[in-house]
């Protein structure tokens, strides 16, 4: 019952992030709940202000901002950043545009500095937004939101697309509370990740499967036949598979 009405109230709780002088800056979303059940800490917390070398900025004001986040965390974003620019087909990241990393509430990985949430994403050679609430279902957008929810996907499992909730309409919230700093793979039974599977089969590989949230025969029928195109020969559940799948997606769309 506690964590139904944490739920229902979550509307009414802001997400704050810290900038370097410690003031706090408070967007119009609720934080992200992702499953942690109670509160945590974090371990230890460093200031960074760039991602794959582009600065950062509060997409709330558009103004450059430094951010706070567990250190392991942070070398675990700029990891990402380098592949993702790699294989994006964008060229180098220019700008990034996000709701924040540390944020010292409950019930979220924000709370352990293991969180960060998209907005914008400015490279060399275009833009990938996560603003759905801005563009809707426009195609275009659509293709390049699910090649970079399938990008972060593929290192950190829990993330977190407008289709978990309509907080989630501005931005992609990322976070590694279940894999840690292991491989990240598929759990069948997470309607969150299967929300992903699908609006990738839909929007990149271009399959006629609807939004279920269940990993049912439509669904499962749809990624064989992805996994054949793509030449992947071991299960979508392993951590192998789960990674050539979504790189796959990422590299379909260059």
């Not at 996000?98 to 275009?126: I, N, P, Q």
């Not at 950190?156 to 697309?161: D, E, M, R, S």
């Not at 951590?239 to 590299?251: K, N, S, Y």
């Amino acid at each position: 019952m506690r964590r139904r009405a944490f739920l229902l109230g979550a509307a009414t709780v802001p997400l704050a992030g810290c900038g370097d002088d410690g003031s706090l800056s408070v967007p119009d979303v609720p934080i992200d709940l992702g499953g942690v059940g109670g509160c945590r800490s974090p371990e230890s917390l460093v200031t960074f202000s760039t991602l794959g070398g582009a600065p950062l900025s509060y997409e709330v004001t558009g103004a450059p901002q430094s951010f706070r986040a567990d250190p392991r965390f942070v070398e675990a974003l700029e990891d990402w950043a380098a592949g993702w620019a790699a294989a994006s087909g964008l060229g180098q990241l220019t700008g990034v545009s996000t709701y924040g990393a540390f944020v010292d509430k409950c019930d979220s990985w924000h709370a352990a500095g293991r969180a960060f949430d998209f907005a914008t994403l400015t490279h060399e050679g275009g833009v990938v937004s996560c603003r759905y609430d801005q563009w809707g279902d426009d195609p275009a957008e659509l293709r390049g939101y699910w090649r970079l929810a399938a990008s972060v996907a593929s290192r950190f499992t829990y993330t977190l697309t407008y289709r978990y909730n309509a907080q989630h309409h501005n931005h992609i919230h990322i976070d590694n509370g279940v894999n840690g700093y292991d491989a990240a793979s598929l759990r069948e039974g997470s309607r969150t990740q299967v929300d992903l599977v699908q609006g990738v089969l839909r929007f990149v590989f271009g399959r006629d499967v609807e939004a279920t949230g269940r990993y049912d025969d439509a669904t499962k029928s749809a990624v064989r036949s992805v996994q054949r195109d793509l030449g992947i020969t071991v299960p979508l559940a392993t951590p192998d598979g789960w990674r050539e799948f979504l790189t796959g997606a990422v590299a379909l769309g260059r």
